[in-house]
């Protein structure tokens, strides 16, 4: 029994030179352990707080208590070692922060990204660099050296035959670039708005309000009226309906714009060309056409081929039977027969029935 | 101040790379803080933001030139500067007779002013008056709120949210036992003065796992009073602070792990219509004329027969 209570002593003893990890609180802490946070809800010492002798004492001493709760509750968690230092895996933080900025939305879908969607339609993915037969080697696709490619390849472009020989291919190829850069900037700023759902103007009439002014809108039903396959010849009009003129008629209707009248000839050239217009008139020559004059030609001998074929006699031995009928009048017909009269004694042609 | 959307695209990769990088994220960083000096800083308010600043140095910017605003009035200056250096937490330093030592603090939303609090220095001892080690700069300290105080006033309980936000630094997966070295305890009273104290913890044998805590003021040591506030409505404060979905943990349903840990799936499978089932054509599995003929006539026969079986049966 000495041995045990030797120990216990020397136990009590090694515990007396340590100071506590516990502390007394009234009510629990609360705690954040992902924050390494924590709040203690019991009331203060007024007394020692508010002298200023005490006041660093009793925060100190606070602090402490809270403190070692807190690490209490850190040690407790299961430990790692990484890299020759202990470490703790931290659980979840509960205090909710505000956010510095706000959550991402997904970004809207482009008009053409709503319509592949719909129609499911996926993109195809292409090769960066593709072979040019022309150049004999990988020309990329686009960007860097695509450029010089190209360069290289256009060193001269073939005027087309319907083009006047003297327009510039070059300049037509750079314009059309452009056109096409122009509108892909247009689409992608629609996008923007319709995802932004901003009102943007249309193109076809200038519209400087929601409302359209009165000569706007006579414009845009003249304009309207005209959108007919007979440029609306035929299309009814109110009584002392005018149309309307001006900027925006002439450019959308085709034939509108006025034509500039010639200036008056001067007598020399109009003596010269009333000459002329009576030369044509008497050196006027009947023109041949050699594709019709053939067929007619064609025509006519078929024709007589086939009267001749009509009035011809049948070759052969005229058909003998009873009933047979005209021979000359024969015809692929079905033979009929008594044709609705009735006259046994008479003998019809027909079928034979059996 | 909610910034427009670009039209104009970035013409550089890098000015992209850059306006990327500033684009709201699901999972933020650290909160960067700025400090500023407003009309007439004092001496003691300059020196109270740059111990502040000391305390959250890599996550901060201190910013010396006075500026000639009150960020109750006019908080422009603040949101530009925010702005500019992608911040998301201020505080402005000013002195005035009406406001002796005044110090403010707050955070953004979005670059716009969210919560705003002013607090003033009553009494402050600096860092470098406290003659002995600090702590390694970047470590996470612990916050220690004391007080029933921080529960029961709205002010305090939006300051107590704002001192966690402007010095817990960052969202850790895991901490090192030794790097818990730093304690920050605030100790509100009921007539609104908050005591701030920075501590160096000591760890201590205790003959247990468990170390026993000693602590060490290295300052700085603030007592705040609190003045006026200015803070966020209840919706924006809401927003501010939505979970994106990202965030949060979903667990996914019909999906299990047995005891040897391999992954089990449970499907729904709807019924299968086997009569309507396309299987495949070939020539000779097709019908001759006269199998189709006989088809039709068997089934001609089979309608005849229920019609006459139906008046027999009315």
Redesign the interface.
């Known amino acids: 029994m000495d041995i045990v209570n030797e120990i216990l002593e020397r136990e009590q003893k ?2 007396e ?5 516990t502390v007394d609180k009234h009510l629990p802490l609360e705690f954040d352990i ?11 010492d ?1 007394k020692r ?1 508010n002298s200023d002798k005490t ?2 004492e009793y ?2 001493s ?3 208590d ?3 709760l ?3 509750k ?3 968690l299961p ?2 070692r ?1 890299e020759e ?6 659980p979840e ?1 509960t ?10 939305k997904p970004r809207p879908l482009t008009k053409w990204q709503e319509f592949a969607k719909a129609k499911g339609i996926t993109k195809k993915k292409k090769d960066k660099l593709q072979w040019d037969e022309q150049l004999q080697k990988w020309v990329p696709l686009y960007g860097f050296k695509k450029a010089a490619a190209e360069k290289e390849k256009n060193w001269l472009i073939e005027v087309p035959q319907n083009l006047d020989p003297m327009t510039d291919m070059y300049e037509k190829k750079a314009e059309a670039k452009s056109e096409k850069v122009a509108k892909n900037e247009l689409q ?2 629609k996008n ?1 708005a319709r995802a ?1 759902k901003v009102k943007i103007p249309r193109v076809g009439l200038p519209v400087t309000s929601d409302k359209a002014s009165a000569n706007q809108l006579s414009t845009a039903a003249t304009v309207a009226r005209a959108s007919t396959a007979s440029l609306g010849k035929f299309q009814d009009r109110l009584p002392k309906e005018k149309d309307a003129r001006g900027k925006g008629v002439h450019e959308l209707i085709p034939g509108k714009d006025r034509k500039r009248k010639l200036p008056v000839p001067t007598a020399k050239v109009e003596q010269q060309n009333n000459l002329n217009l009576l030369d044509s008139i008497l050196n006027k020559r009947p023109k041949i056409d050699m594709d019709k004059a053939v067929t007619k030609h064609i025509h006519t001998e078929q024709v007589q081929r086939s009267e001749e074929k009509k009035n011809e006699k049948p070759r052969g031995k005229p058909r003998k039977g009873k009933g047979a009928g005209n021979p000359t009048k024969f015809t692929a017909k079905k033979p009929k027969a008594g044709k609705g009269q009735r006259n046994p004694g008479k003998k019809t042609g027909g079928r034979k029935r059996r | 101040m909610a910034v427009m ?1 670009r ?1 104009k ?1 970035p013409t550089t990769r890098r000015g992209k790379k850059v306006l990327q990088s500033k ?4 999972t ?1 960083g650290p ?1 960067q803080c700025v400090f500023m000096q407003g009309r007439n800083p004092s001496e003691r308010t300059k020196q109270l933001l740059k111990d502040i600043y000391d305390l959250k140095k890599p996550d901060a910017a201190y910013l010396k030139r006075k500026n000639d605003f009150v960020p109750f009035e006019d908080a422009t200056l603040i949101e530009k500067m925010c702005y500019k250096k992608e911040a ?1 937490l201020f505080g402005v330093g000013s002195h005035s007779k009406k406001r002796p030592h005044n110090i403010v603090l707050g ?4 670059y716009g002013v ?1 919560d705003m609090i002013e607090l003033g220095a009553e009494n402050f001892k600096a860092m470098s008056e406290f003659q002995n080690m600090k702590v390694l700069a970047g470590l ?9 105080a ?2 029961l006033n709205s002010d305090l309980k939006r300051l ?2 704002l001192f ?2 402007l010095f ?1 630094r960052e ?8 790097g ?1 070295e730093h ?1 920050i ?1 605030f ?1 509100a ?1 009921d007539d609104g003065i908050i ?1 701030m ?1 920075s ?1 160096r ?1 000591q760890l ?12 060490e ?1 290295i300052g700085p ?1 603030i007592d705040f009073k609190l003045r006026r506030t200015k803070l966020a409505a209840d919706d924006l ?1 809401k ?6 979905r990202e965030a949060k943990t979903i667990t996914k349903k019909n999906i299990s792990r047995d005891a040897f840990g391999s992954k089990l799936g449970r499907i729904h499978m709807g019924k299968q219509d086997i009569n309507r089932l396309q299987t495949r054509k070939m020539k000779g599995l097709k019908k001759t004329p006269e199998e189709r003929k006989q088809m039709r006539i068997k089934n001609k026969q089979a309608k005849q027969t229920a019609k006459q079986a139906q008046p027999m049966e009315t």
């Open positions: 090694k515990a030179k340590y100071k506590p990890i992902g924050t390494l946070f924590t709040f203690d809800s019991n009331d203060l007024t707080l006041r660093d925060l100190l606070l602090s402490r809270n403190t070692q807190l690490l209490n850190i040690w407790e430990t790692e990484v230092a202990i470490v703790v895996k931290l933080p205090t909710v922060l505000p956010r510095a900025k706000p959550v991402p992608r700023l923007i932004k | 959307q039209l695209k684009d709201p994220k699901p933020e909160k998301a955070r953004t939303f979005d969210l996470k300290p612990c916050l220690v709120f004391n007080g029933p921080w529960d107590k949210s966690t936000d817990h969202k850790v997966e895991s901490i090192r036992l030794q818990l304690t305890s100790t009273t005591y104290r501590y913890i201590k044998k205790s003959g247990q796992r468990t170390p026993r805590i000693e602590l003021e040591s404060y927003e501010a602070c939505r979970i994106p």
